[in-house]
């Protein structure tokens, strides 16, 4: 028996082209007599294969706090059930975050909800021709749709980044 010299695959003595790779076997024969063995690469346990977690960036406590925090950092962005989070993992720093991020969207939504009623209440009042304000107005409610979305995957990446305008305000500690 005779093995392919450049796959090392098993070629029958009568054989002209290699079966795996279809390499001319006339010559292979006479080169390579020898069974060429996989090389095995060790496998180090220490290095994480699900992804990077870019919250801890080299810091595996902070690493391991956003892999088991994840789902309570991403309800911290579903308005009212901020309130979880914040009372079932107040130990985790990478929650208490998001949960600052989600309860200040969450409190300036509401503020934008009661300013934009009370304005388009105001401008139908004066007349009902300016009700094209008045969808201006409320279309501008979709940005606080947008940022949710963003920290809603920012908490999903592991990552403690602020969220666009509003990410700077801090009210838990």
């Known amino acids: 028996m005779a093995f392919c010299g450049n796959c090392g695959s098993k ?3 009568s054989a002209k082209f290699c079966p795996s790779c279809g390499t001319p076997a006339q010559a292979q ?16 346990y220490d290095t ?6 870019t919250a801890a960036a080299g810091n595996s406590a902070e690493a391991a706090d956003a892999q088991n925090n994840k789902v ?3 309800l911290a962005y579903f308005g009212p059930l901020v309130l979880i989070p914040i009372f079932a993992a107040k130990t985790s720093a990478f929650a208490r975050y998001h949960s600052n991020q989600g309860m200040v969207l969450f409190i300036v ?10 304005l ?5 009042a004066i007349s009902w021709r300016l009700y094209f304000l ?10 606080f749709t947008v940022l949710a979305i963003i920290g809603v995957v920012n908490a999903y990446k592991g990552e403690k ?11 838990l500690k």
């Open 11 to 13: 070629i029958e003595e």
């Open 109 to 118: 939504t509401v503020a934008y909800s009661i300013v934009s009623g009370i």
């Open 161 to 171: 980044k602020p969220l666009p305008v509003i990410g700077g305000i801090n009210i």
């Open 29 to 44: 024969n006479t080169q390579n007599t020898a069974q060429v063995e996989p090389v095995q690469t060790p496998v180090n």
């Open 48 to 53: 994480p294969v699900s992804g990077p977690v």
């Open 134 to 143: 008045t969808s201006i107005i409320s279309m501008v409610g979709i940005v």
């Open 72 to 74: 309570m950092a991403i």
């Open 120 to 124: 388009n209440s105001l401008i139908l």
